[in-house]
């Protein structure tokens, strides 16, 4: 089974800054089936980007995706306030799928 | 749209069977391609997929759970169920449904949850 990592754990940032986060896999990844979402508290997870790279419908051009084999990355490139919230990244393979731990994106 | 709503038992004993059902419109499980999956969150934790089925009835379980999950469909009342046995309260948790496409990967878009406890 595929293990994705996470990191870092919890980002502490700014509204207008950077955020970089990471999806490690512990063995190379398709990258037509890596997923990230955006969980709020209390709501489902909402689909941001798709096969590595592709923003779903609706989703801001400020949220991208990049990487390939093992690693991935999201960056969202000015935090805004609504931006704050758990991240995960999502792969599927071999009829399976793994989700990563989750990053929490709070508001320093 | 797409939309899905899951629903079943808020509380369920230990060793009991839960059975929740996923009622979905915006789509038909007839189409081919079309799939429908089942994810878990406990408390405070990760997300954890369960189970998916195809609309040509192909069903795909998580290794770890497979022996106490079953996942069927009823097309004509566009609901899917997921049955899971011998439940025991590391089993609490948010359940959701959602959308997939087959070849896709991903799953889009979710139900809102339904929170089940498993306790005594």
């Known amino acids: 089974e595929i293990v994705l990592t996470q990191s870092p754990g919890t980002l502490s940032l700014s509204p207008g800054e950077r955020a970089t986060l990471s999806c490690r896999a512990s063995q190379s990844v398709s990258s037509s089936y890596l997923a990230w979402y955006q969980q709020k508290p209390g709501q489902a997870p909402r689909l941001l980007i798709y096969g590595a790279s592709s923003r779903a419908t609706g989703i801001p051009d400020r949220f991208s995706g990049s990487g390939s084999g093992t690693d991935f990355t999201l960056t969202i490139s000015r935090l805004e306030p609504e931006d704050f919230a758990v991240y995960y990244c999502?792969?599927?393979?071999?009829?399976?799928?793994?989700f990563g731990q989750g990053t929490k994106l709070e508001i320093k | 749209q797409i939309t899905l709503k899951e629903s079943g038992p808020t509380l369920v004993k230990p060793t009991q069977t839960l059975t929740l059902t996923c009622t979905f419109s915006g789509f038909s499980l007839s189409t081919s391609g079309v799939g429908v999956g089942w994810i878990r969150q406990p408390p405070g934790k990760a997300l954890e997929w369960l189970a998916l089925i195809y609309w040509n009835d192909d069903k795909r379980y998580s290794p770890s759970l497979k022996s106490r999950l079953t996942i069927t469909k009823d097309t004509s009342k566009n609901q899917v169920v997921l049955t899971m046995t011998n439940m025991d309260p590391v089993d609490t948790a948010t359940y959701y449904c959602?959308?997939?496409?087959?070849?896709?990967?991903?799953?889009?878009?979710w139900g809102q949850g339904t929170l089940v406890t498993v306790s005594s």
């Open positions: 959602a959308h997939s496409a087959a070849g896709t990967g991903w799953f889009d878009p």
């Open positions: 999502q792969q599927y393979g071999s009829s399976r799928y793994t």
